[in-house]
């Protein structure tokens, strides 16, 4: 496991979701990415997995769901989640078009 500092997301929060899907095989990488619909930040699961296929999905948003759970609701957090499976991306289209790859916060040893 890769783990590398980001300020964005408090470190709480990135370390709640880290410890829920790090041990799921099919999470290659989690991102503290710009959030492209607003002014917050987002959590980016990147995932290997049959396309379409929920199965692999579901654990992925049952952590965010817990996260979500265990943040007070006080707590000035913005940011969302999102997941992508790079067997889902079209022929051509790299990870690093989409995400920059400087926002890694977890990467599995393997996924590098």
């Known amino acids: ?3 590398f ?3 964005q997301i408090p470190e709480a929060v ?5 410890s829920r ?4 095989p099919q999470v290659q990488a989690v991102y503290d990415t710009k959030s492209l619909e607003g ?3 987002r959590l980016l699961t990147v995932i290997s997995a049959p396309p ?3 199965m692999y999905r579901n654990p992925v948003y049952q952590a965010e769901m817990e996260v979500l759970q265990s943040i007070e609701t006080s707590a000035d957090v ?3 989640f999102r997941l992508i499976n790079i067997q889902e991306l079209q022929e051509g289209v790299e990870l ?8 890694v916060i977890y990467a599995r040893e393997e996924a590098k």
């Open 14 to 18: 990135r370390s709640a979701f880290i």
């Open 1 to 3: 496991m890769v783990e």
């Open 39 to 41: 002014e917050g930040r």
């Open 78 to 80: 913005d940011f969302d």
């Open 21 to 24: 899907v790090k041990d799921l």
């Open 96 to 103: 690093s078009h989409i995400v920059p790859q400087t926002d």
């Open 52 to 54: 379409f296929d929920m």
């Open 5 to 7: 500092p980001n300020p």
